[in-house]
């Protein structure tokens, strides 16, 4: 991806536990104003990716830099206000209420905002992410797809927040919409596009291979702990791709316009027996 001042890159980043690699070799840059998709199977190394570039675990080689800075050295306040993440899993252990799970993303980085509008950041992230009208409820007694959008909420907080303070900012959004009916999948990854918009570089984790490719400004695929390959979804997949990363034979097919590739799962052939 080529941009002369991407707001978050990566450069030969590696990732070892145990003994095993789990993320090899990875260079990437993230670019105001794109939306970056990350496709490839089960244990491709996409979350621990994710984890890396966000700084929750250290890489064992290679540099991360965001604006600029290298993501190491960058305290913990201020990497709060640079880039927001939505997790794969959230769990809560106290009984809090919608609001006070949304309004975490104003704490700490938001000190500096009137209360006022401190409040309407959250009443407006709640609106957003379609659950205002859930916001006097315990977060524990939402359904899964419920909580997914309350942490959406949460995140949009937090990056409204540290607007205030870092004027170029990252979103991650690991499998945001793994809980979610159709309708609510379609309304996050739009409100994702709009705040990639807004000239944040937004990294979106996805299973969906056709919500990826019609969403992806920039596709990239992982299998085995490596980046094979990225670009435009309509330079990036193609049958081989498929065959040799999912281990599925599948024809891509090309909408007449804008000539995106989809999948149709009913065209599985199956692979010959050995």
């Excluded at 305290?75 to 880039?83: G, I, Q, V």
């Excluded at 990036?236 to 791709?241: Q, S, Y």
Aim: aromatic share 4%.
């Amino acid at each position: 991806m080529s941009e002369a001042n991407p707001i978050l890159s990566c450069h030969g980043v590696s990732c070892l536990t145990g003994g095993r690699r789990l993320v090899a070799d990875a260079s990437l840059e993230l670019a105001g104003g794109s939306t970056t998709i990350l496709i490839g199977p089960n244990g491709a190394g996409k979350s621990t990716l994710l984890k890396l570039l966000t700084g929750e675990i250290k890489p064992a080689g290679g540099e991360i830099r965001i604006a600029g800075e290298p993501l190491a050295a960058i305290p913990a306040w201020r990497l709060a206000c640079l880039r927001s993440v939505m997790a794969q899993h959230a769990r809560l252990a106290f009984p809090f209420s919608v609001y006070e799970v949304a309004s975490l993303g104003v704490d700490g980085i938001g000190r500096a905002l009137t209360r006022q509008r401190r409040e309407a950041i959250v009443a407006e992230s709640l609106t957003a992410a379609g659950v205002i009208d859930l916001a006097g409820r315990r977060y524990q007694t939402l359904s899964g797809g419920e909580q997914q959008r309350v942490q959406f909420a949460r995140v949009l907080c937090q990056l409204e927040a540290g607007r205030s303070i870092a004027g170029r900012q990252v979103l991650f959004l690991d499998e945001p919409i793994a809980s979610l009916d159709l309708c609510h999948q379609l309304a996050l990854l739009d409100m994702a596009r709009s705040i990639a918009a807004r000239d944040v570089a937004v990294l979106i984790v996805l299973h969906d291979l056709n919500l990826a490719v019609t969403y992806a400004d920039h596709l990239v695929v992982m299998d085995q702990g490596n980046i094979i390959a990225q670009g435009p979804p309509a330079k990036t997949l193609d049958d081989a791709l498929l065959r040799q990363v999912f281990k599925v034979d599948l024809t891509l097919s090309r909408a007449p316009a804008p000539g995106l590739p989809f999948l149709l799962p009913q065209q599985h052939r199956g692979r010959p027996a050995a």
